[in-house]
């Protein structure tokens, strides 16, 4: 049985490494929730900050009936407000997902 061989560079190797990495670990938070102040917190942004995000659209909460705004902590660790505010300025409607 004869095998293939592939030419991979090392930068290809490495970006492969670091999605198979980060799906990993993103994958074992995937079940877990975290309220409004942790996401705040993780983030180094104010509780407040992030309830704008959520008025505008940029994230959304997983709502428990009767219970405080949760959101996946694999999501959480892939957020990024700093974008979310530059996509802001650029005029991007209300409910703009990237």
């Known amino acids: 049985m004869k095998g293939i061989i592939y030419q991979v560079d090392s930068e290809d190797l490495k970006e492969a490494l670091r999605d198979i990495s980060?799906?990993?670990?993103?994958?074992?938070?995937?079940?877990r929730l975290v309220g409004?102040?942790?996401?705040?917190?993780?983030?180094?942004i104010s509780r407040d900050t992030v309830l704008r995000r959520m008025n505008?659209?940029?994230?959304?909460?997983?709502?428990e009936p009767g219970k405080h705004y949760k959101f996946p902590l694999s999501e959480v660790l892939k957020m990024n407000f700093k974008t979310m505010r530059k996509?802001?300025?650029?005029?991007?409607?209300?409910?703009?997902?990237?």
């Open 22 to 31: 980060e799906q990993a670990i993103l994958g074992r938070f995937e079940d």
């Open 36 to 44: 409004v102040n942790t996401v705040a917190d993780i983030h180094g």
């Open 56 to 63: 505008d659209g940029f994230i959304y909460p997983i709502n």
């Open 87 to 98: 996509q802001l300025q650029f005029g991007k409607p209300k409910n703009y997902t990237d």
